[in-house]
């Protein structure tokens, strides 16, 4: 026997289906398939009938939610394009934590630190304008040489910067960000190599080659050649990730340095004019482009 609705709440429209346990199993694996970050649905037949029924069943959709959200997630977004979008919350057991993550990759300090950065270039190369996050329809690219020649340029607008205004010395412990970061980068080496000569771990490019490989394993880029240390694009799934962080003061802060020129959206994105301070940027950096799908 149902339930009865407490006085003074308006009837809903049309009758409401019970939820069977056949529901509940459906909107559980819909979930699960949002947990394999780099399956999309136009590869699963059976994950693509579970989005359609999620857009079209909005019982189902909110039982698939439902299942989410006390499993700790954010449902981001459930679309053909990016699945069923997810993002662990603070407190969820699959959160994986920058920290965390940092701490798998490098045991020093200073590594972890150059790791953030990394990720925070990645992003905000990847998706330099507003416009960009908005439309469903773009795709970011960046390769690892880019990343590091990026971060590079920042690092001398930074101390350019400190120098104009007789700081150039250890950063106080109220500075940005980001004005604390170059000294540890600028000091780090670019390539390095080991004896059998692969890319050093420890430089900044091989910090930048973990940071990407863990974005393609996370479902947010995918590998796209092996140009200029690596070539990616961006999926759906990154995206929505970096709409989410687009507000962050250290993302916000590295845009306004003005290194990737952010002019109205025509053409394609290119190193600033050889007369704007000298980028010198490395050869075959690759910098991001736009791009249709």
């Known amino acids: 026997m149902a339930a009865e609705r407490p006085e003074g709440r308006a009837e809903e429209a049309g009758p409401r289906a019970a939820v069977t346990a056949a529901d509940a199993a459906d909107a559980a694996r819909l979930v699960s398939f949002g947990l394999q970050p780099r399956l999309l649905p136009a590869r699963d037949a059976e994950y693509a009938e579970l989005i359609r029924r999620h857009q079209e069943d909005p ?19 459930v679309s053909p394009r990016a699945g069923m979008a997810l993002a662990a919350g603070e407190d969820s057991v699959f959160a994986v934590r920058m920290g965390d ?32 996050l908005a439309d469903d329809g773009y795709i970011g690219r960046i390769t690892v040489h880019g990343v590091d020649a990026f971060v590079r340029q920042a690092c001398r607008r930074l101390e350019d910067r400190a120098d104009e205004t007789g700081e150039n010395t250890d950063p106080a412990s109220d500075a940005p960000g980001l004005e604390a970061a170059w000294r540890v980068y600028t000091r780090r080496s670019a390539t390095g190599a080991t004896k059998d000569a692969r890319r050093l771990a420890s430089s900044t490019t091989g910090i930048i080659g973990k940071a990407v490989a863990f974005l393609v394993e996370s479902g947010f880029l995918q590998r796209t050649g092996d140009e200029s240390g690596g070539t990616y694009r961006t999926t759906a ?28 959206g025509t053409a394609t994105l290119v190193p600033a ?21």
């Not at 006390?70 to 977004?77: C, T």
């Not at 701490?103 to 960009?132: K, N």
């Not at 004019?273 to 799908?293: E, N, S, V």
């Open 59 to 77: 019982a189902f959709g909110r039982l698939a939610d439902a299942v989410a959200a006390g499993l700790g997630l954010i449902v981001l977004e």
């Open 101 to 132: 993550y940092a701490r798998r990759a490098a045991s020093d300090a200073g590594d972890r630190f150059l790791h953030g950065l990394a990720h925070l270039a990645a992003a905000a190369l990847a998706f330099p304008r507003p416009e960009d």
């Open 237 to 264: 799934r990154y995206q929505l990730q970096v709409r989410d962080m687009a507000g962050s003061a250290a993302m916000a802060e590295l845009l306004d340095l003005g290194i990737v020129p952010v002019g109205d």
């Open 273 to 293: 004019a050889a007369d704007d301070g000298g980028l010198d940027l490395a050869a075959d950096a690759g910098l991001p482009f736009h791009a249709t799908p």
